[in-house]
């Protein structure tokens, strides 16, 4: 009788399987140890890997571990964890690996070779560590790979052409590295390619290969941050399936394609801070599914804003920031119902703010500031119910603000500074949450509504250079949020009000003004003060030595007010550590100078040198663009660096001599004693001030030579001496060599180069006139004109620019203040604008 065949198969079966199950179990066991290996490679804490147990018998229950029906390990996913360790390279037991993920893990080293022999490879992620090194082209022979993902590491040198071998592929990024070379234009091989994201590596270079006209499944294209160049070539207008195209902030030139409408599949435009030029395309109004559009920070890039815009009704962002776009905001811009943000500032965008804008009911952010934009505000605005920021500083807008604003509750960011517009405050009700609000430089009039009161969280507040007349008297008890309140150069009038709710107050600025009485004393309860402004008032007090209570104060400007008395004695306590700005100038001051008050300017001294680069007062709490008048000349200072040090305390009335002390302020730039009684010796202390820009003693009855110390002095470029009753030879060299007779004049008793008097023996000695300087360009009666601080001997010429005019001239009708915070026309200009800047 035959056998079975089936019981045969069993027989078999039940003999040969015992036989196997040993070397299934040691290979099993290879792989378990081969993972423990690498585990007690790492350096870091690895109480994550804690299940991971040698004396399991497969390693398929690990974290981060997945086997097959076969107990083969397949796929190995770590991520977020903290191994300090190297990618494993004992992987010749790990051949069935089909899955790597060791993202975010701080792994070092770099990218192993030995993953080569993992052919079932198809997924490999090793980004967010920081591995070094080149990406080994042994990888590009895994021919299952279908997503790498290396990105965010410190990888270097070129991407292989071998990567053209990956047929497979679909996901290749590698971006935020610092790879070079050119993009191989082998990449037009990888024909199932659908994502490549190789920005933020500097270093990569050269064109985008026409060959990725090849890659027709690709959907996202990044390259931005990178030093491609050329032009925007038109066989990516064919890849229908892409949906995003970043090429921000790289080196690409030429025009927009017209081709561009044929991406009809395309949501993210990304082409801001190239080298672009000619005009947008009106084919933009082809891409129906469009989201994002950035395009700024082209400045060639002009001509109208196409009204075909209108069409992309998917929009949410246009960017258009610095770019030459000018003429009208399209209407068709109200077509845009999923609008949230409108970059379009510093262009040359002009006529009126299209009312069809209030019916973007989504908009978010309006950003339109340094524009030529005019007519009024719309009210059709309130439509916008979310409207966050608006911002249309420094325009010509004109007309009233419309009242219908005062509805959106949503407003937390809004500048109408530098514009043409009028009437009295229009908010009945300021929205509460209002953050910063501008609307300085205008031609605002009649009282600041004591509703302004009610907003307990802002933080910036500005009504200066306008007309107002009024300070509400609940203005001082208003938030303790509040940073920075600008009141300058309007008519106010009455007392000062009292300061209650000021902890976080670092910036008030009452200058230009009719405020008078006594300085109120609360002041004392903002101690993070560092601005104190109540320049050109008519305020009534002697020195407020309580001002030692704040210790952060920086700037302290009481210049032409009704102050009185002596600013104190040898025995009072001055403590002024942080103090840099000293303007006590035209007012009533009479007495000696007491040396404590200079003894303690701690921050005047080389001992508090800034290390660590430039910084600028208010870097952490304010972004001004800083406007100087000097006699109707405007010029533009970015940010004010904390070693700009000054002291004037001219016009007043000071006797005594001037003391020995003042030699110790070395960072000191610019001092101004004139104009008062001041007698005595110039000090030879005076030699210590090396970092002196500007020294002014004029109109004092100083006596005694002029020390030759002085011509240490390389860093002085503007001296006046004048009318004292100075003796002797005017010392020679150096800075004094490109002084003229100006400097000198009115002291009888003086000689020598460059006055016409000679001492004696010391005619035919005469050091040659210096060039290019006339005596006209001082004119030391009515204050120094501006230009001639562009001569001079050595450094400071942005200090002496400012300073031309500004620390000598006894007019002084803006001064020293205005080098801090200037006319304040374009408040927080790049506050917002940096948050966006790089993607807009």
């Given at each position: 009788?035959?056998?079975?065949?089936?019981?045969?198969?069993?027989?078999?079966?039940?003999?040969?399987?015992?036989?196997?199950?040993?070397?299934?179990?040691?290979?099993?066991?290879?792989?378990?140890?081969?993972?423990?290996?690498?585990?007690?490679?790492?350096?870091?804490?690895t109480?994550?890997?804690?299940?991971?147990?040698?004396?399991?018998?497969?390693?398929?229950?690990w974290?981060?571990?997945?086997?097959?029906?076969?107990?083969?390990?397949?796929?190995?996913?770590?991520?977020?964890?903290?191994?300090?360790?190297?990618?494993?390279?004992?992987?010749?037991?790990?051949?069935?690996?089909t899955?790597?993920?060791l993202?975010?893990?701080?792994?070092?080293?770099?990218?192993?070779?030995?993953?080569?022999?993992?052919?079932?490879?198809?997924?490999?992620?090793?980004?967010?560590?920081?591995?070094?090194?080149?990406?080994?082209?042994?990888?590009?022979?895994?021919?299952?790979l279908?997503?790498?993902?290396?990105?965010?590491?410190?990888?270097?040198?070129?991407?292989?052409?071998?990567?053209?071998?990956?047929?497979?592929?679909?996901?290749l990024?590698?971006?935020?590295?610092?790879?070079?070379?050119?993009?191989?234009?082998?990449?037009?091989?990888?024909?199932?390619?659908?994502?490549?994201?190789?920005?933020?590596?500097?270093?990569?270079?050269?064109?985008?290969?026409?060959e990725?006209?090849n890659?027709?499944?690709?959907?996202?294209?990044?390259?931005?941050?990178?030093?491609?160049?050329?032009?925007i070539?038109?066989?990516?207008?064919?890849?229908?399936?892409l949906?995003?195209?970043?090429?921000?902030?790289?080196?690409?030139e030429?025009?927009?394609?017209?081709?561009?409408?044929?991406l009809?599949?395309?949501?993210?435009?990304?082409?801001?801070?190239?080298q672009?030029?000619?005009?947008i395309?009106?084919?933009?109004?082809?891409?129906?599914?469009?989201?994002?559009?950035?395009?700024?920070?082209?400045?060639?890039?002009?001509?109208?804003?196409?009204?075909?815009?209108?069409?992309?009704?998917?929009?949410?962002?246009?960017?258009?920031?610095?770019?030459?776009?000018?003429?009208?905001?399209?209407?068709?811009?109200?077509?845009?119902?999923?609008?949230?943000?409108?970059f379009a500032?510093?262009?040359?965008?002009?006529?009126?703010?299209?009312?069809?804008?209030?019916?973007?009911?989504?908009?978010?952010?309006?950003?339109?500031?340094?524009?030529?934009?005019t007519?009024?505000?719309?009210?059709?605005?309130s439509?916008?119910?979310?409207?966050?920021?608006?911002?249309?500083?420094?325009?010509?807008?004109?007309?009233?603000?419309?009242?219908?604003?005062?509805?959106?509750?949503?407003?937390?960011?809004?500048?109408?500074?530098?514009?043409?517009?009028?009437g009295?405050?229009?908010?009945?009700?300021?929205?509460?949450?209002?953050?910063?609000?501008?609307?300085?430089?205008?031609?605002?009039?009649?009282?600041?509504p004591?509703?302004?009161?009610?907003?307990?969280?802002?933080?910036?507040?500005?009504f200066?250079?306008?007309?107002?007349?009024?300070?509400?008297?609940?203005?001082?008890?208003?938030?303790?949020?509040?940073?920075?309140?600008?009141?300058?150069?309007?008519?106010?009038?009455?007392?000062?009000?009292?300061f209650?709710?000021?902890?976080?107050?670092?910036?008030?600025?009452?200058?230009?003004?009719?405020?008078?009485?006594?300085?109120?004393?609360?002041?004392?309860?903002?101690?993070?003060?560092?601005?104190?402004?109540?320049?050109?008032?008519k305020?009534?007090d002697?020195?407020?030595?309580?001002?030692?209570?704040?210790?952060?104060?920086?700037?302290?400007?009481?210049?032409?007010?009704?102050?009185?008395?002596?600013?104190?004695?040898?025995?009072?306590?001055?403590?002024?550590?942080?103090?840099?700005?000293?303007?006590?100038?035209?007012?009533?001051?009479?007495?000696?100078?007491?040396?404590?008050?200079?003894?303690?300017?701690?921050?005047?001294?080389?001992?508090?040198?800034?290390?660590?680069?430039?910084?600028?007062?208010?870097?952490?709490?304010?972004?001004?663009?800083?406007?100087?008048?000097?006699?109707?000349?405007?010029?533009?200072?970015?940010?004010?660096?904390?070693?700009?040090?000054?002291?004037?305390?001219s016009?007043?009335?000071?006797?005594?001599?001037?003391?020995?002390?003042?030699?110790?302020?070395?960072?000191?730039?610019?001092?101004?004693?004139?104009?008062?009684?001041?007698?005595?010796?110039?000090?030879?202390?005076?030699?210590?001030?090396?970092?002196?820009?500007?020294?002014?003693?004029?109109?004092?009855?100083?006596?005694?030579?002029?020390?030759?110390?002085?011509?240490d002095?390389?860093?002085?470029?503007?001296?006046?001496?004048?009318?004292?009753?100075?003796?002797?030879?005017?010392?020679?060299?150096?800075?004094?060599?490109?002084?003229?007779?100006?400097?000198?004049?009115?002291?009888?008793?003086?000689?020598g180069?460059?006055?016409?008097?000679?001492?004696?023996?010391?005619?035919?000695?005469?050091?040659?006139?210096?060039?290019?300087?006339?005596?006209?360009?001082?004119?030391?009666?009515?204050?120094?004109?501006?230009?001639?601080?562009?001569?001079?001997?050595?450094?400071?010429?942005?200090?002496?620019?400012?300073?031309?005019?500004?620390?000598?001239?006894?007019?002084?009708p803006?001064?020293?203040?205005?080098?801090?915070?200037?006319?304040?026309?374009?408040?927080?200009?790049?506050?917002?604008?940096?948050?966006?800047?790089?993607?807009?």
């Amino acid at each position: 009788m035959p056998l079975n065949p089936w019981i045969t198969l069993f027989s078999f079966l039940a003999i040969i399987l015992p036989l196997l199950n040993p070397f299934v179990a040691f290979a099993v066991n290879q792989q378990g140890e081969a993972l423990l290996l690498w585990k007690q490679s790492l350096n870091g804490p690895t109480e994550a890997l804690s299940n991971w147990n040698p004396t399991d018998e497969t390693p398929c229950g690990w974290l981060g571990i997945t086997c097959n029906i076969n107990k083969e390990v397949v796929e190995l996913e770590l991520r977020y964890l903290s191994l300090y360790g190297t990618v494993p390279t004992n992987l010749s037991s790990l051949v069935s690996l089909t899955k790597v993920v060791l993202s975010s893990t701080n792994l070092t080293g770099s990218v192993p070779r030995e993953i080569a022999i993992l052919h079932e490879l198809n997924y490999l992620d090793l980004s967010d560590n920081a591995l070094i090194g080149e990406i080994p082209s042994e990888i590009c022979n895994l021919l299952k790979l279908q997503e790498i993902y290396l990105d965010s590491n410190q990888l270097e040198g070129s991407i292989p052409v071998q990567i053209g071998n990956l047929t497979s592929l679909k996901w290749l990024t590698l971006y935020d590295n610092q790879l070079n070379g050119e993009i191989p234009n082998t990449i037009g091989n990888l024909k199932n390619l659908q994502v490549i994201r190789v920005g933020k590596n500097k270093n990569l270079k050269g064109l985008i290969p026409r060959e990725i006209r090849n890659c027709t499944e690709l959907t996202q294209l990044g390259l931005a941050e990178t030093s491609v160049s050329g032009q925007i070539p038109l066989e990516i207008c064919n890849l229908l399936k892409l949906q995003e195209i970043n090429f921000f902030s790289s080196q690409l030139e030429g025009s927009i394609p017209a081709q561009i409408g044929n991406l009809t599949s395309l949501k993210w435009l990304t082409l801001n801070d190239n080298q672009l030029n000619g005009e947008i395309p009106n084919t933009i109004g082809n891409l129906k599914n469009l989201q994002v559009i950035r395009v700024g920070q082209n400045k060639n890039l002009g001509g109208l804003i196409p009204r075909e815009i209108g069409n992309c009704t998917e929009l949410t962002i246009l960017g258009l920031a610095k770019t030459s776009v000018w003429g009208f905001l399209p209407p068709s811009l109200g077509h845009l119902k999923k609008l949230k943000t409108i970059f379009a500032y510093t262009t040359l965008l002009s006529g009126q703010i299209p009312p069809e804008l209030g019916d973007c009911t989504a908009l978010q952010d309006i950003y339109l500031q340094n524009n030529s934009l005019t007519g009024s505000i719309p009210k059709e605005i309130s439509g916008c119910r979310n409207l966050t920021y608006l911002l249309l500083n420094s325009n010509l807008i004109n007309g009233k603000v419309p009242g219908e604003l005062s509805h959106l509750v949503s407003l937390h960011f809004v500048n109408f500074s530098d514009n043409l517009i009028e009437g009295t405050l229009p908010f009945p009700v300021l929205p509460l949450h209002m953050v910063f609000f501008s609307i300085s430089s205008n031609n605002f009039s009649g009282e600041i509504p004591s509703s302004i009161c009610n907003l307990n969280f802002i933080k910036y507040l500005d009504f200066s250079h306008n007309h107002f007349s009024m300070i509400p008297p609940c203005l001082g008890n208003m938030s303790d949020y509040l940073i920075d309140l600008d009141l300058g150069n309007n008519n106010f009038q009455g007392t000062i009000p009292k300061f209650v709710k000021c902890n976080n107050l670092r910036s008030l600025k009452l200058t230009g003004n009719q405020l008078e009485g006594p300085m109120p004393h609360s002041l004392v309860n903002c101690k993070k003060l560092e601005i104190l402004d109540f320049a050109n008032n008519k305020v009534n007090d002697t020195f407020p030595h309580w001002l030692v209570n704040l210790p952060e104060l920086q700037v302290l400007s009481l210049r032409s007010n009704n102050f009185h008395g002596s600013i104190g004695n040898h025995k009072t306590k001055f403590s002024f550590p942080n103090l840099r700005i000293i303007d006590l100038s035209h007012n009533m001051f009479h007495g000696h100078l007491p040396s404590n008050f200079f003894k303690y300017l701690t921050a005047m001294m080389n001992g508090n040198m800034d290390e660590g680069g430039l910084q600028y007062m208010g870097d952490d709490y304010y972004y001004d663009s800083v406007t100087i008048d000097i006699k109707g000349n405007y010029i533009n200072v970015e940010k004010i660096q904390t070693l700009l040090t000054i002291i004037d305390i001219s016009n007043n009335s000071f006797k005594g001599e001037i003391p020995k002390v003042i030699g110790n302020l070395g960072l000191l730039k610019g001092l101004n004693f004139s104009h008062n009684n001041l007698m005595g010796h110039i000090p030879i202390s005076f030699r210590n001030l090396t970092n002196l820009e500007c020294l002014d003693l004029s109109s004092n009855k100083l006596t005694g030579n002029i020390p030759i110390q002085l011509t240490d002095l390389t860093s002085l470029e503007i001296l006046n001496l004048s009318k004292n009753h100075l003796v002797g030879l005017i010392p020679q060299g150096k800075q004094f060599n490109t002084f003229t007779s100006a400097s000198y004049s009115g002291n009888l008793g003086l000689c020598g180069f460059p006055l016409t008097k000679t001492c004696g023996n010391d005619e035919g000695q005469q050091p040659p006139p210096a060039p290019t300087i006339q005596e006209d360009d001082f004119g030391f009666a009515n204050g120094f004109h501006w230009k001639v601080v562009l001569l001079g001997y050595g450094c400071g010429f942005m200090f002496g620019l400012c300073m031309g005019y500004l620390v000598f001239s006894s007019e002084k009708p803006k001064y020293l203040l205005n080098i801090v915070y200037g006319e304040q026309r374009n408040k927080v200009r790049r506050l917002k604008n940096n948050a966006h800047g790089r993607i807009n």
